[in-house]
């Protein structure tokens, strides 16, 4: 079965820097889009970085600029590096892996989450 496990969130001050990890398994991880997504309590979850099977990046323009997504195909993970934190970013991180096939999602996995705290 499909696991994602996140790894690196904490607590750091305004301006600081957080390292992400993801590790996947249970999955031939270099045919899955990857992202991480991120919510806070009482909003949907919304999209943070996505990396492709063929190594592009998205991101979320919040984050443009600060946060780079990277993704490790022998090691199967999935990295988000985020610089010059604000309080805004606080919040669960989670580990996203999406398979699609002739356009159709067929598997959506995610992670249980590691929290940020970014105070000010």
């Known amino acids: 079965q499909v696991q994602l496990v996140e790894s690196g969130g904490g607590l750091v001050q305004s301006g600081g820097s957080l390292r992400l990890s993801c590790a996947a398994s249970?999955?031939?991880?270099?045919?899955?889009?990857m992202g991480w997504y991120r919510q806070v309590p009482g909003k949907q979850r919304e999209l943070v970085a996505r990396?492709?099977?063929?190594?592009?990046?998205t991101y979320a323009d919040s984050v443009k600029g600060r946060f780079t997504i990277s993704r490790d195909n022998v090691k199967n993970t999935v990295n988000l590096q985020m610089n010059t934190l604000n309080p805004d970013d606080t919040a669960v991180y989670y580990c996203?892996?999406?398979?699609?096939?002739?356009?159709?999602?067929?598997?959506?996995?995610w992670g249980q989450g590691t929290q940020v705290t970014v105070s000010s």
């Open positions: 996203n892996a999406r398979l699609k096939v002739r356009e159709e999602v067929q598997y959506n996995y």
């Open positions: 990396v492709s099977t063929l190594g592009s990046p």
């Open positions: 249970g999955m031939i991880f270099s045919i899955y889009d």
